[in-house]
């Protein structure tokens, strides 16, 4: 006979691990219905997965490599900001959908108990999935240009699992202040848009006026693109100190994302 103790939060709440593990079956009946709802009923099915970088990628280098003139550090135009582009897909991707994961899930979060952290948790699979997708045909491109990134490859799990963390973390945090403030659904997908030309996605940090270049250095998203090009495509290493900056941040703001979730899990079932 099992026995279930009902304790009082703790100071910082959080999450019970093992009852995460226990109901771990639960992220992955999500993560596939999200898989599967996302393209069952589409007419390009898993080719938008493709597409979408790919479009993404070639309006970047027609504005910032065609008109614009921008450097891409001596590579394809078309290369350099498809490979943004995807370090990009994945961390707005994370955002985006953890963040409006608890709404979309509103009727299961109000009825069912188990912990609602796997909600937003459940929402990576098909963020990687679509960034597989991509990276396939960034090899595919590489192969092509006869691009060689050398051993730094073996870097990129480690940055996009940085790059996942620091997503998730921001959107962990956004899918529990989306419950009781909606205003936050509206403003997030905003505040992406102008993030995303606010940092090197698809142009080259060495095209940054002097004056402005202490903005980008401080902005994660810089450090993170910087780290995944470098193993990806080849440009220069980031300084040592972005590297840790990144590992740190990242860290952090997925704990911190959590331990906000769990301050206000309670609150979910009566607001939702």
């Known amino acids: 006979m099992s026995v279930t103790i009902i304790e009082p939060p703790r100071r910082l709440n959080l999450p019970r691990w093992t009852e995460l593990w226990r109901a771990r079956e639960v ?4 993560a596939q219905r999200d898989i599967i709802v996302r393209y069952r009923q589409t007419v390009l099915g898993v080719a938008w997965v493709v ?33 943004g582009t995807l370090a990009w897909n994945l961390f707005s991707g994370g955002i985006t959908r953890a963040s409006g994961s608890l709404v ?8 069912v108990f188990f912990p609602r952290l796997l909600v937003p948790i459940s929402t990576i699979a098909s963020v990687l999935v679509d960034f597989v997708v991509g990276l396939a045909l960034a090899v595919v491109l590489l192969v092509v240009f006869g691009i060689n990134p050398g051993w730094p490859v073996l870097l ?7 790059v996942v963390l620091l997503g ?40 940054v006026p002097d004056r402005l270049r202490w903005v980008f250095d401080i902005n ?19 300084p040592a100190w972005q590297v840790f900056g990144l590992v740190i941040v990242s860290c952090v703001v997925f704990f911190a994302g959590v331990v906000y979730f769990q301050a206000h899990e309670r609150e979910f079932a009566d607001v939702i």
Not at 177 to 202: F, N, T
């Open 27 to 30: 992220v992955t009946r999500l």
């Open 51 to 83: 597409l979408q970088p790919v479009v993404a990628a070639g309006v970047f280098s027609l504005v910032f490599g065609t008109v614009a003139g921008l450097s891409s550090d001596g590579l394809p135009y078309f290369v350099f900001a498809l490979a």
């Open 104 to 111: 979309a899930n509103q009727s299961l979060v109000a009825k």
């Open 156 to 162: 990129l799990p480690v940055w996009v699992l940085l």
């Open 168 to 207: 998730l973390g921001i959107g962990t945090a956004a899918s529990a202040m989306i419950v009781k403030y909606r205003d936050v659904g509206y403003v997030l997908p905003w505040a992406m848009q102008i993030l995303v030309y606010a940092s090197p996605v698809a142009y080259a940090l060495s095209s």
């Open 220 to 238: 994660p998203a810089t450090w993170f693109l910087e780290a995944f090009r470098w193993s990806l495509v080849g440009t220069a290493a980031p």
